[in-house]
């Protein structure tokens, strides 16, 4: 098992799924995007990942973080499932997803089994 960390943030990948999970409560800032994209990019080593990126922890998230997340966050990506603390959430995050049809597929969950059972779908259909 890889890993990858820094003060607030945790990568490894497992039975080739990528996860991430939040060491504190932190604040989703351009600067904090920039460095988990690029952790993300250290670990993955030039390869594509199915994420599981645990979002609980994220106190709060600055529109620029969420603009730069947008346009460079979805490189490398095969799919992304997100673990969320909230049915609210996930319901309104699954709805935008639908709306602004991503590049890359990307599904809100509110638990982490449902998460990696998704992305394990996609990973055995996209291998066919």
């Known amino acids: ?54 979002f609980n922890g994220i106190k709060s998230f600055e529109k620029a973080a969420r603009d730069y997340a947008d346009i460079y966050g979805q490189a490398s990506l095969y799919a992304c499932a997100v673990v969320l603390n909230s049915h609210v959430t996930k319901f309104i995050l699954n709805m935008f997803m639908k709306l602004k ?18 992305l394990n779908e996609l990973k055995k259909k996209n291998n066919q």
Not at 6 to 23: R, W
Request: glycine fraction near 4%; include cysteine; charge should be positive.
């Open 1 to 54: 098992m890889r890993t990858v960390e820094n003060d607030f943030i945790k990568f490894c990948v497992e039975d080739d799924i990528l996860y991430s999970q939040f060491k504190k409560p932190t604040i989703g800032t351009l600067k904090n995007i920039k460095t988990i994209i690029d952790l993300r990019h250290e670990i993955s080593i030039g390869q594509k990942q199915y994420w599981c990126y645990d």
């Open 101 to 118: 049809n991503p590049v890359v597929p990307l599904k809100g969950f509110t638990k982490k089994s449902e998460a990696v059972q998704w």
